[in-house]
């Protein structure tokens, strides 16, 4: 059995835990609650022929980076980096985290999930040009942890981008 951390990054509310739970439990929830410490939960996938169980830690996430030890990061296999699609704010907020964790856990692969795509009307991102500052990601995608809408898609595309390491 293949069993891979997976590690949720990204400024302050911009759906890491509902990202999550809506993955792992199909739940959604329009309160907020703070995370405190780490979360871990479990999720086992079939990708490709492979059982692949990922390990996601959501990590309590403020906005300053010194709030997650690299400990944490230890033995990270992929990332999820977090953007609101609302806030740009957020967007540099996830290139100072993607470029502290590189440091710590070096270059594995990473999905940047552009979140709450729900709220296209107060959409504030130009998607294509966060495509290219992420050159080296598995890929940038629009996702709702809401609706559900590109969850799953991202979560595969990253455990694919594991498994062909
Ligand atoms: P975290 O701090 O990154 O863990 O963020 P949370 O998952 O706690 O979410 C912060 C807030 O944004 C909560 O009020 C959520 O209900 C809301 N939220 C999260 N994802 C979405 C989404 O896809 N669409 C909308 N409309 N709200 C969301
Ligand atoms: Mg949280």
Redesign the pocket.
């Known amino acids: 059995m293949i069993q891979k951390k997976v590690c949720l990054l ?10 999550v739970s809506r993955f792992v439990r199909s739940i ?8 405190v410490g780490v979360k871990i939960d479990k999720k086992l996938m079939a990708v490709d022929g492979h059982d692949v169980t990922l390990v996601l830690w ?1 990590l309590y ?1 403020q906005d300053e980076f010194q709030s997650i030890q690299e400990t944490q990061l230890r033995g990270t296999a992929a990332y999820l980096l ?1 953007v609101d699609g609302t806030r740009p704010a957020t967007l540099e907020t996830a290139h100072d985290l993607q470029q502290r964790t590189e440091r710590i856990v070096g270059t594995v692969p990473f999905m940047v999930v552009l ?5 296209a009307a107060e959409w504030r991102l130009d998607d294509s040009a966060v495509a290219t500052s992420f050159a080296r990601s598995a890929g940038v995608v629009r ?5 559900g809408d590109g969850v799953e898609a991202a979560f595969v595309t990253l455990t694919r981008a594991m498994l062909a390491r």
């Open positions: 990204g400024g302050f509310a911009v759906g890491k835990t509902s990202l959604f929830s329009d309160k907020y609650l703070t995370t959501d996430g977090v979140n709450k795509s729900d709220l996702a709702s942890a809401k609706t």
